[in-house]
């Protein structure tokens, strides 16, 4: 089999010189290449120019939003030079993603430096080492990157890169730490610490910091009325924030674009092959996404939000929401979430084991991203309503998007289903409780127990206050389409990498609408939605609760564990309760193990729903090199 650095180009030389930028007012007008940078002979680079366009608002709300739509580039043999060896040495088996090619929709808004040139993402060398301070400033103000629904990017590939400009760091290793957490806060300090001593030649030409530098300095530099932004991004550091993101303790867990080390989808060890992959990545995002990857995936999803925002204010053609829609004041609100997500477990009965050949979880496809693509979602100024007015909002069909305070009835008090979850997670099985649920629950409660409600009428909610909204509608079907979309590519290429940062990038930034301390800068508050978030849980919820009737109608099996969207039976051979349906939302195989006669005597005889976890967890991870899960399918798209 070939090398995919054969069948690939890594970085092809350009063919003609790069196109000269419009002089700026820090122009001296000579035609002459900065030879400080370091360029080769066949790019000869005209003199730095500043990238300017209208004030840039804070990190991830630029102006410069366009797509560019350019061709993959075609394949021919690579130049064995740039081949590591331990590229060689693995070339009979890489992972999928890395033979695919890269386009040229992040050139001109993205560069990668490494430790031997300079590139654009889709591998054309431009100069060689950049190795201080005042090369790389040159470097930026010659390429005039411009945004793309977030600030210019400067990639910084390697260690050895790294080390050319001052940028290393020894906070020791995680052999030494009991906590990985302490390991990387010592280091983003040290980081920090040594970025200040290092960038004044950086400042002393006229840049600025915004924010305090970490693993990304996000710069600003402003002439006249005009503001450039450039974010430079040291991918050997990434780490020393994602810890901090998504606490994964003692593991380095997904990191954005970069991929996850734990799931085989980071960068490639050397060098240049890290470089030619992130700038696939890079020119993936900005053909399939329309944005440069945000400093988070939760970031990323919010600036597709934003781009959107701005052409339909364009074209006044769509919903524009422009402000935060905070949870109101609520008496007697439930502490937590407002919609928690379900999670159950049952001791499985003699009826559950009798022919009982395999463990099987299914799950939602892309759960999240399904539902914000169905909803129709509030926003504006809520009205508050008391009493029969509460009530009556509610109507027979069509309830507004609001918060209603209801009563939950007491499960024993209806017929429903012993081996199913109750149907909301704060009901209670032997009294009633006042609650406040949103309208989405508020009409799954009065579907029939069949379809996953409890056939409610209104007056057995007994509305007693409600928060309406004025405005509603499908705010992130666009959103969720091109999220959609772009997954199906990831899926139908095998590009794990980029199939799993979208599922990153949707259940960030979902997961984050509820935390206002997230959207602090004036254009990002408009992201703070905890309603929108509760009520795509509330839907994911309801919609697994209604499989789950029909699976027990048509195949008589009830589940005895589910988690957020996914639900774990005990199956004989040969019965396949899965969706045929490949849609989102549609339920898939996430797991399907034998099961062991030591696994069954294990279930058998639990004594409690703990021993019964235990059993499955055992059972799952004993198998996981053998897991047949669908390759379509995101694991924990419900984990926030």
């Known amino acids: 089999m070939s090398s995919p650095w054969e069948q690939i180009p890594l970085f092809t030389l350009p063919d003609t010189t790069p196109a000269t930028s419009p002089e700026s007012p820090d122009n001296d007008g000579s035609s002459n290449a900065p030879d400080s940078v370091g360029v080769t002979d066949q790019a000869v680079v005209p003199e730095p120019t500043v990238a300017t366009h209208a004030d840039s608002p804070e990190q991830g709300d630029a102006e410069s939003d366009e797509q560019v739509d350019v061709a993959e580039t075609p394949t021919s043999p690579g130049s064995p030079e740039l081949v590591s060896a331990e590229a060689e040495a693995d070339a009979s088996d890489p992972p999928v993603w890395e033979a695919l090619p890269a386009g040229e929709a992040a050139d001109g808004h993205a560069l990668i430096v490494t430790a031997a040139g300079t590139y654009t993402p889709s591998g054309r060398e431009l100069t060689g080492p950049v190795d201080c301070l005042e090369k790389l400033d040159k470097l930026i103000r010659w390429a005039s990157l411009t945004p793309l629904g977030a600030p210019a990017q400067i990639w910084i590939v390697g260690l050895a890169a790294c080390e050319l400009l001052g940028w290393v760091i020894d ?262 409780v006042q609650t406040w649920v949103t309208t989405v629950t508020l009409d799954a409660l009065r579907e029939p127990a069949a379809d996953g409600g409890i056939g409610a009428d209104l007056d057995d909610l007994d509305i007693t206050e409600a928060w309406v909204y004025p405005q509603q509608g499908r705010v992130l079907d666009k959103w969720a389409k091109i999220l959609r979309e772009a997954r199906k590519t990831a899926v139908d290429t095998r590009d794990a990498a980029m199939k799993g940062f979208i599922g990153s990038c949707y259940k960030g930034y979902i997961g984050r609408m509820v935390n206002p301390d997230m959207w602090t800068a004036t254009r990002m508050q408009h992201h703070h939605q905890p309603l929108w978030r509760a009520s795509i849980i509330a839907h994911c919820r309801w919609r697994g609760r209604r499989v789950a009737m029909r699976i027990a109608r048509e195949h008589h099996r009830w589940p005895i564990r589910t988690v957020t969207d996914s639900w774990v039976y005990l199956l004989p051979n040969g019965q396949d309760i899965a969706d045929e349906s490949g849609a989102l939302g549609k339920m898939t195989v996430e797991k399907d193990v034998a099961l062991t006669d030591t696994l069954l005597t294990s279930m058998g005889s639990a004594a409690d729903v703990h021993e019964v976890n235990l059993a499955i967890k055992t059972a799952f991870t004993d198998h996981e090199d053998e897991d047949t899960a669908d390759e379509d399918e995101d694991e924990g798209a419900g984990v926030l």
């Not at 609520?330 to 919609?339: K, N, Q, S, T, V």
């Open 171 to 432: 906070p020791g290793s995680e052999d030494d730490v009991d906590d990985m957490e302490a390991l990387r806060t010592r280091a983003a300090a040290e980081l920090t610490a040594t970025l200040h001593a290092t960038l004044p030649p950086l400042l002393g030409a006229g840049w600025e910091l915004r924010g305090e530098p970490g693993h990304v300095v996000h710069l600003s530099r402003t002439i006249g009325n005009f503001t450039s932004m450039v974010d430079v991004v040291i991918e050997p550091y990434v780490w020393t924030y994602w810890n901090k993101d998504f606490g994964w303790h003692n593991r380095v867990g997904d990191m954005g674009v970069l991929g996850s080390p734990t799931a085989g989808t980071y960068l490639p060890d050397d060098d240049l092959p890290a470089a030619r992959e992130l700038g696939r990545r890079l020119a993936w995002c900005a053909q399939h996404l329309g944005v440069l990857p945000g400093p988070t995936p939760a970031r990323t999803g919010a600036a597709i939000i934003d781009k959107i925002k701005r052409e339909r204010t364009r074209s006044g053609k769509g919903i524009v929401v422009t402000t935060a829609g905070p949870v109101p004041p609520l008496d007697g609100a439930p502490r937590g979430d407002l919609e928690p997500a379900v999670g159950w477990t049952r001791v499985p009965e003699a009826s559950d084991l009798d022919n009982a050949d395999r463990l099987v979880s299914i799950d939602q496809r892309a759960a999240y991203l399904a539902s914000a693509g169905m909803l129709e979602l509030g926003y504006g100024q809520p009205k508050h309503l008391t009493g029969g007015a509460a009530a009556a909002a509610s109507g027979e069909k069509g309830t507004p998007f609001g918060l209603w305070r209801i009563t939950l009835p007491a499960g024993q008090t209806l017929s429903l289903p012993e081996k199913l979850p109750l149907p909301h997670p704060h009901m209670l099985a032997d009294q009633p």
